[in-house]
């Protein structure tokens, strides 16, 4: 699984796209480690940019917030934007809403999170 | 197989009504009543009828006990939780004393909240009765004996008047019991549990409850979704939601409404039953997670046929 990257405003913003199920959950979770490995103090917080996300699945959930607890365990920052309508009801009717930092936008993201 | 009745549903730990539940299902009631006034009773049922089952009804709190309703003199039941006691006297009630009846008892696992109705299940004090527990632990039998020795209960298991048997089954393996195959699955619990997968000629049933599902165990999951394959009905441990069975509560044994969605969906069930609902629930949030469950099969369904959604309550009859 390719995650572009970008940064805006202090930022690393990682570009995920298509259906996390089951099956793409696992190179979802081999992508998102070298990304983790530097979601430490010193470095730029770790934005997930989920405008492309058509659909997550328990297993992509899980994958969010193994690196969740990862992220904070190092004392990096980590969190998540834009979940399209119907994935945003995926997050709320999980209850992943309560214990991941979502937030409706890059822009609104990016101002909380950025230097 | 024709139909399920619940007889108990709730996980861990049965529980009642507050005063203070009631009390608010009647200002439910009355608040949505508007001052309405109704002429007749069949215009009073009529208004009842418009109300949400959080207002009306409750989903009950025995714990676990599900029958399998066959027809014949042989009865099916999943677990012995204390919904095993309405059950016993619905039975009494029916074929009253004597008339010989078999019951043939499916048992998850060991913990006491799918052991603690056996006590109170009323035929098995009456000579005549046949009762045939099944199970895939090596201790059943010392448990069940273990419930109903002093100074744990006033009843000695000696005292039982019911011929009691105890059939050790072997996992993925169907024994075929008064006209259906039965299989059990080794599940994922402390202390290990087992689902039962029932099959008729026209009719399939899962009892799937006291399991966590390892999300990122492939090989389990299929083993899980060709155990759930093409079913009638999947009665599924929903007790927890996906966030807390991931995190607070991950190595508890129980899954979330979510995974029994994905599975069933994989699996091409018809329908799903919510089932050992987590005690600290009460009517309102129970319903609310029936809905948002349903919303998350309708979006989630894509091109397959729609997954009918329900959630199990004590008292709930469904006809397969």
Known sequence: ?115 | MKKVCFWGTRGSLPVSLTARDVREKIISALTAANGKSFKTPAALNEFVATLPFSTTGTFGGNSSCVEIINGGAEHFICDMGSGARPLGQAKIATYGVPNPQTYHIFISHLHWDHLMGFPYFAPMYIPGNRIVIHGCHARLEEAIRLQMRSPCFPVDYSQAGARIEFDLMTPDKAHYIAGINVTPKLQLHAGDSYGYRFESIERTVVYSTDCEHQLDDLVEREACVKFFAGADLVIFDAMYSLAEAVSVKADWGHSSNVVGVELCQAAGARRLALFHHEPAHDDIQLNRLLAETRRLEQITRGDQPALEVISAYDGLTVTL
């Open chain 1, 1 to 115: 699984m390719h995650l572009p990257t970008r940064e805006q405003s202090g930022v690393l913003i990682v570009s995920v796209s298509g259906r996390i199920d089951h099956i793409a959950s696992e190179e979802f979770t081999k992508a998102l480690d070298p990304l983790l490995a530097n979601c430490v103090p010193g470095q730029p917080p770790l934005l997930l940019d989920f405008s492309g996300v058509e659909y997550i699945s328990s297993a992509g959930l899980r994958v969010l917030m193994i690196a969740s607890r990862r992220a904070k365990g190092q004392r990096g920052v980590f969190a998540i934007a834009a979940l399209q309508p119907l994935v945003q009801e995926v997050f709320a009717i999980s209850r992943f809403n309560l214990i991941m930092p979502c937030y409706v936008s890059l822009d609104a993201a990016c101002k909380v999170l950025g230097a």
